[in-house]
């Protein structure tokens, strides 16, 4: 097992038994969320350098990660996290080093591909002086 999501407001906890992991409301999902306002493919867990990350999958009714909405950017799931699949939550649960082998600082979050791409190479690198 690779940790764990626990439901707020009680239930069972759910195992997160594969590095890679398809939650929705299909039952051909890895996690499958029985709830008329989850999406039939509505997000995806990853493992990185030992540490989980969540990307949403279009769905209708958002994915955030502590209130915030992740879009289709890679966010980043630290330990004691709050991941919100529609209105469900779940409690993030894991240990990067003993369930997942990190080693040294954890991976950075993905910007927006489009907003990376409308950027230039100095704006990114935060080079770029503004005249006033």
């Not at 097992?1 to 759910?14: R, S």
């Not at 398809?22 to 989850?38: S, W």
């Not at 997942?100 to 990376?116: I, K, N, T, V, Y």
Request: include cysteine; hydrophobic fraction near 35%; charge should be positive.
């Amino acid at each position: 097992m690779y940790g764990e999501l626990v439901p707020l407001g009680g239930g069972d906890p759910i195992p997160l038994l594969k590095k890679s992991l398809l939650i929705g409301r299909r039952e051909a999902c890895d996690i499958v969320l029985r709830f008329a306002n989850v999406s039939g493919e509505h997000c995806e867990l990853s493992v990185d350098e030992g540490y989980w990350f969540v990307v949403d999958r279009g769905s209708r009714n958002g994915t955030k990660v502590d209130g915030v909405r992740v879009g289709s950017t890679r966010k980043r799931l630290d330990p004691g996290n709050i991941l919100s699949v529609a209105k469900h939550k779940y409690e993030v649960r894991y240990s990067p080093v003993d369930d997942l082998g990190a080693m040294g600082p954890p991976p950075p979050d993905q910007e927006p591909m489009r907003e990376m791409l409308g950027k230039s190479l100095l704006d990114r690198a935060g080079l770029n002086r503004r005249r006033s």
